[in-house]
């Protein structure tokens, strides 16, 4: 029996041992156990957008950042963006005088859009972002003000990791070499491969690397720490221009601290889940594809297969005396089901779940090692 | 197809970097400048119908359950990829408990069954952001103030210095000050708390804080009326903008203030690097962004260092500063992002290695830190 907002009172005992209501309980066909989302493998099954209901190929999503191209939430109450268009006025401009071409595309309404939030009343015109030509996409990126540096420190410390491989294979090298009987060319002549290189007129190997380390630059430590501004003392906050903390962290690459610099947050997409059993490694739940659809391909839930026991009524339980207790039990199934009652003497002792995931290790190292074999 | 296939066996998945703060969980890509996502280290724990804390533990058990929940909404909410056979760089502090990080590595492992898990501590990362071969590393988090000294990639291991100078000591002090300004005890949750620190306090000059602790009275700062939803405003004075964060500096007899052990971390370090280290200070973590606070450090320093006991013990009168190349609440987390690209994940902890030892290496376990002979 499993309630929504109330407590819930049947549960059931996991294979891995936890209780848990039957609404979370699955059931694997092959093994012929019952499965929890504790114990089961979780899986990326596809990408979508929440708003749009647009299907993302991961691919794409990865190179995205796992951010809809067309959907913005608001920067301020993170409610969904809308776009709302808007006729451009013909404006009496310098350009009229100019030429008189302008005035007959002045004649034709021109649609331009911006982005409002209807539940705080943000737009994108807050904070000056040109509106724009076409509804969707085209919108202006902020970048990372830090982003330039953090790649020069990457190729810095490639750089040193491919230097510490080379020296590393160097040594081994040196610690087996075997002295053959046969004089190799680079023995008998002294040409080494850099030699050899240089001669055959191609770039010698780990320039770019040796460039990277020569020209690295390391942070400059100054005297001078930011000071509080002399009119911070005297001057009025204004809380509404003072971001909040969860307004910063929603960009984490730029977190601003004024009103004025919020920007719109790409919208985040969401993922169709599907669920493995660890043990057998076969499906217990596949969505179907298409984002719309909230329907299962592979669906092998608990309440199909597993009698379900309601709670009709009770009695409480009183000291020398019976009580009743009646359960109505219910076969979900279309075949004939055995019931047994326990005493709470013949209840078995359970197995212990830390034992049985790493026996799952286990075993999954022994297929990579049969693997690498 | 099968050339396509050949490639996806050889490229390693992007790994991810996690920073399990005690307050806000940083998760992203390495090799990226900022986290995907920076989220209070909390879940929804339907069984208790609250939002439980990653921190909140009383048995290992409970620990193991907050990791899979928080473990499964950063994957599967913010990052969406499979936890599956992707390497994990972990940015932790020196200090975290052998439990905590024993536990987490059994999470990752067997749980999420992560191809390998590199363990790296957050002042080295730091450093890397830096590329300095010294660096003394000051980084206010949420509940401690952890002063490290890195010196040519390896920490000065008894210098560390660690007082619970962060976030947490502001809160209170900010929550004793409101009561006070509004002659009620308010009782305010810790969101508000945190909010109201975040948009209005700052930390003024050492002349101010000087005349603040006399009890001369001076100029104030414009006090602020802070909206609350349900009841009426609240005040937030001048005095208490200004005071919040004077517990980091507040003396007495112990020295435990966040300058006083700054400089026991220097006299502590060898003396041929005392003067690099004093010349290489990075005030990191997301505390460090309160406005005026490294001003106020860089002061503080200055002066303490001309008073006893530290003038006849250090001859250093030179302090300098860096400027960090990424936010300041995610500058250790970006240097995990840099660690982790830079070599591939060669350093990572594999997961058969894992396996069969199932333990970790840490630094005060004597089996690590003892030579062989």
Not at chain 1, 311 to 333: C, D
Not at chain 2, 216 to 236: C, D, E, F, H, W
Request: aromatic fraction near 8%; charged fraction near 25%; include cysteine.
């Amino acid at each position: 029996m499993a309630y929504l907002i109330q407590e819930d009172y049947v549960k059931y005992v996991c294979s891995c041992g936890q209780l848990k209501p039957i609404t979370s309980l699955y059931f694997c066909r092959h093994c012929l156990k019952i499965r929890c989302g504790f114990c089961i493998c979780h899986e990326v099954d596809s990408h979508y957008c929440a708003n749009c209901l647009e299907n993302m190929p991961s691919s794409e999503a990865r190179l995205k950042k796992n951010r809809c191209s067309s959907c913005f939430d608001c920067p301020s109450c993170f409610h969904t963006l809308s776009t709302r268009a808007m006729i451009a006025q013909a404006r009496p401009s310098a350009q009229d005088g100019a030429s008189g071409d302008t005035k007959v595309e002045n004649k034709q309404p021109k649609k331009t859009y911006y982005l409002s939030c209807f539940n705080c009343r943000w737009t994108s015109r807050d904070v000056g972002i040109p509106d724009q030509p076409v509804a969707s996409g085209g919108w202006p990126e902020r970048t990372n003000p830090f982003a330039n540096r953090f790649n020069q420190l990457l190729d810095y410390y490639k750089a040193v990791a491919q230097l510490e491989k080379q020296e590393k294979l160097e040594r081994e090298r040196k610690k087996f070499a075997i002295r053959g009987k046969y004089i190799t060319l680079t023995d008998k002549t002294g040409l080494t491969g850099a030699m050899a290189r240089n001669i055959a007129g191609l770039p010698p190997s780990e320039s770019g690397s040796s460039a990277t380390l020569a020209n690295f630059t390391p942070s400059q430590a100054s005297a001078e720490v930011e000071e509080l501004p002399e009119d911070f003392y005297t001057k009025e906050v204004d809380l509404k221009q003072i971001t909040s903390l969860s307004q910063r962290l929603a960009a984490p690459a730029r977190q601003p601290a004024r009103g004025s610099r919020l920007w719109p947050l790409p919208k985040r997409l969401s993922v169709k889940r599907s669920q493995r059993c660890r043990a057998c490694d076969h499906n217990l739940t596949k969505p179907e594809y298409n984002p719309g659809s909230i329907k299962f391909k592979i669906e092998l839930l608990a309440y199909y297969h597993v009698p379900e026991v309601k709670i009709i009524s009770f009695e409480s339980v009183k000291p020398g005396t019976r009580s009743e207790l009646l359960l109505k039990v219910t076969n979900p199934t279309g075949h004939e089901m055995r019931l047994r009652l326990l005493q709470p003497s013949d209840v078995p002792v359970e197995e212990e779940q830390p034992k049985s995931i790493e026996k799952s290790l286990e075993k999954s190292l022994t297929l990579e090692k049969v693997c690498n074999n | 197809m099968a050339l396509y296939e050949g490639i996806a066996l050889i490229q390693e998945k992007q790994a991810v970097v996690l920073d399990l703060g005690t307050d806000y969980t940083k998760f992203g890509f390495t090799g990226e400048a900022a986290p995907r996502c920076i989220i209070r280290s909390e879940f929804w724990c339907p069984s208790e119908r609250r939002y439980k804390r990653v921190h909140d533990y009383k048995t290992a058990e409970e620990l193991y359950d907050n990791f899979v929940h928080m473990l499964h909404l950063l994957y599967f909410r913010h990052v969406l990829v499979n936890p599956k056979e992707r390497k994990v760089v972990v940015v932790e502090s020196l200090l975290t408990p052998t439990l905590f990080r024993e536990t987490l590595a059994k999470v990752l492992f067997t749980h999420y069954e992560v191809s390998g898990v590199m363990w790296a501590d957050s002042p080295r990362l730091c450093a890397l952001i830096l590329g300095t071969p010294e660096a003394l590393i000051v980084s206010i988090g949420a509940r401690e103030a952890e002063v490290t000294a890195v010196v040519h990639a390896s920490v000065v291991l008894h210098a560390i210095q660690a007082q619970p100078l962060g976030a947490h000591a502001i809160h209170q002090e900010l929550s004793k000050l409101l009561d006070e300004d509004n002659k009620t005890e308010l009782k305010l949750p810790e969101q508000i708390i945190e909010d109201i620190k975040v948009k209005t306090c700052f930390v003024g000059n050492r002349e101010r804080a000087v005349q603040w602790a006399t009890g001369n009275p001076l100029m104030p700062a414009k006090s602020v009326q802070y909206p609350l939803s349900g009841r009426a405003a609240i005040t937030v004075s001048g005095r208490t903008r200004e005071l919040a964060a004077e517990p980091l500096f507040a003396r007495d007899n112990e020295l435990a203030s966040l300058p006083d052990i700054i400089l026991q971390c220097i006299i502590q370090c060898p003396i041929d690097s005392r003067r690099a280290l004093a010349q290489n200070i990075f005030v990191t973590g997301g505390t460090a962004t309160i406005p005026g606070l490294k001003a106020r450090l860089a002061h503080e320093l200055r002066y303490l260092v001309t008073q006893p006991p530290y003038c006849d013990r250090l001859s250093i009168r030179e302090f300098r500063f860096h400027k960090s190349g990424a936010h300041d609440n995610s500058a250790a987390w970006a240097g995990g992002a840099l660690a982790g690209a830079a070599d591939g994940g060669a350093r990572a902890l594999a997961r058969d290695v894992y396996a069969r030892t199932a333990r970790l290496r840490d630094w005060p376990c004597l089996l690590d830190n003892t030579r062989r002979h």
